[in-house]
């Protein structure tokens, strides 16, 4: 159960400590006073997603902790597998901060989102007025009638989503050879295109740095011309000569430069070498703008073969070897082909009559679900109520679009009067009768569920007089089973709760803020006064006296 909830800079929430009852508790109070903030708060404490909007102006964090006892053996083995120790108290906190940063501690240890959502997951489940919308979608319903024993259908999905993976395996396989049929011989067709298109531009190894070289020799030639010849000239001036000369005057009376002498004469017939090798270069050297097109036109022919095939040249190879195995294994691969075809054709199969197994057992839970919603709303003052978890019929086994979730497409169907064919709920149920459905629903769901504590914004929305009361005495029962927390602006469901937390708005130094108190018997009775719209009045309290009693006579019968 939980036992204490902290807010602090939540909205309109300053800070709020809220002590909750074992039973039925409701939070009563003017609408816009924060009743609702405090079930947000609650939400985001196991999970939810927070908003910058959430935290309260002029704050830069707000943090909300909560105080469990009593935790159950389920959530003490997930607790474990986090490697977290929990005995029977289990707090958690979580923080938000300006910045878009969020905490969560739990007993202390710090989680993530996930792990806080699946803890919160077997704690608590909420019903809010998002949810009445939720179910007027026909997708969710599959999803409902999956939740109410999930683990009967566990081994049945987990064979489905194998089934699919080996099909997808398969198909992957059939489409590496070719597919099939017309697949198949376009298949062929682009591989040949590809293997002509390759080995007929005759690839010779390192050919595109070579064209790359004599395209900027030959876009360069009237620079590389005038600067050898230039430099030919120079290398010729006789100016070397002169020196070499000079030094074998000198030498002659000092035997020191010899040496020079020697080292000159070697460069010397380096130069004379090198100016003939450049005369010969400059010999051989032309220019035609013709054999530039054709290489710049090879170049571009090159190009486009890496971007098609591979960034580099040995790309384009390795691409072109392998493409060469591909068609020569679509050629010969009749057989694998069959053999693949074959297999995946048992596995479709295999595949189908686990969805039929899985459409057997939701049916079967479909049966279970409807006669427990009808006891349940007729308890709730409905009991001309027609509700049909309908199933739209199975498609053969060769047009069927499996997924993981099976092949059932199904609708929930209702009708509350007498002589009215059941239909779907968005063009059927009303506000007051979606108010009592959903209160059946959760009650349903959650006896199979291993949640201690049941929340609801305004279950009773739409209702009112002695079918309010009725809704009262439904809760008064969960309660007997789970923690309930309420909000509620009715007098009879008010009447019938063990703890009342009023909240309420103050203005303190020119800001909002909600302020909470909890009620004693002569305060309930001034709001129950109040809720029939005589606050004061002698008629007013006499009624207030005789809804207590009549609720405290019921209580009391709960317990024998």
Known sequence: ?????????????????????????????????????????????????????????????????????????????????????????????????????STSLINGEPVTVSMLKQIGNMILDFYGQNESVSILNVKNHIKMLDAYK????????????????????????????????????????????????????????????RLAEKI????????????????????NNNELQSALTNLDIAQQYDNKLIQYNERLNSCLIDIEDISSSIKEYLSNLSFSETELDNIT????????????????????????????????????????????????????HKLYNECLELHNLRLKLSKEIEKSVKEELSSLGMKNTKFEISFKELKSEEECNFTNNGIDEIEFLFSANVG??????????????????????????????????????????????EIGYKVGQKLTMLSKKYQIICITHLAQVTALADRHIFISKIVENNQTKSIARYFDESQLLEYLSTLFGSKSSEIGLMHSKELLNMANEYKQSLNK
Request: hydrophobic residues 35%; aromatic residues 6%; negative net charge.
């Open 1 to 101: 159960m939980l036992k204490t909830l902290t807010i602090k800079n939540f909205a309109i929430i300053e800070n709020i400590s809220l002590s909750f009852h074992l039973g039925f508790n409701v939070l009563i109070g003017e609408t816009g006073a924060g009743k609702s903030i405090i079930l947000d708060a609650l939400n985001f404490v196991l999970g939810d997603k927070p908003s910058k909007d959430n935290i309260r102006h002029g704050s830069t964090e707000l943090s909300v902790k909560a105080v469990f006892e009593n935790v159950s053996n389920n959530i003490k083995e997930k607790l474990n597998e986090f490697q977290i120790e929990c005995d029977d108290i289990l707090i958690i906190s979580r923080s938000f901060s300006i910045e878009g940063k």
């Open 150 to 209: 999930p683990t009967l259908l566990i081994s049945s999905k987990e064979k489905i989503s194998q089934y699919i993976s080996a099909y997808k395996e398969l198909e992957s396989q059939i489409k590496n050879i070719g597919g099939n049929g017309e697949d198949r011989e376009r298949t062929l067709e682009l591989l040949s295109y590809q293997i002509k298109e390759i080995e007929n531009a005759h690839i010779e190894k390192d050919e595109d740095e």
């Open 420 to 465: 009215e064919q059941q239909k779907s709920l968005s063009k059927t149920i009303s506000g007051g009768e979606m108010s009592r459905f959903m209160l059946a629903i959760k009650n349903v769901f959650a006896q199979e569920n291993d949640v201690s504590i049941l929340v609801f914004d305004e279950i009773d929305s739409g209702v009112s007089g």
């Open 297 to 348: 036109e090879r170049q571009e022919q090159i190009k486009t073969l890496k971007k098609k095939y591979g960034p580099t040249l040995n790309d384009v190879e390795r691409y072109l070897t392998k493409v060469k195995e591909d068609y020569d294994n679509i050629l010969n691969s009749e057989q694998i082909l069959k053999n693949l075809i074959l297999k995946q054709n048992d596995v479709r």
């Open 216 to 235: 900027q020799t030959l876009s360069n030639f009237e620079k590389i011309s005038t600067s050898l010849n230039q430099c030919y000239n120079a290398l």
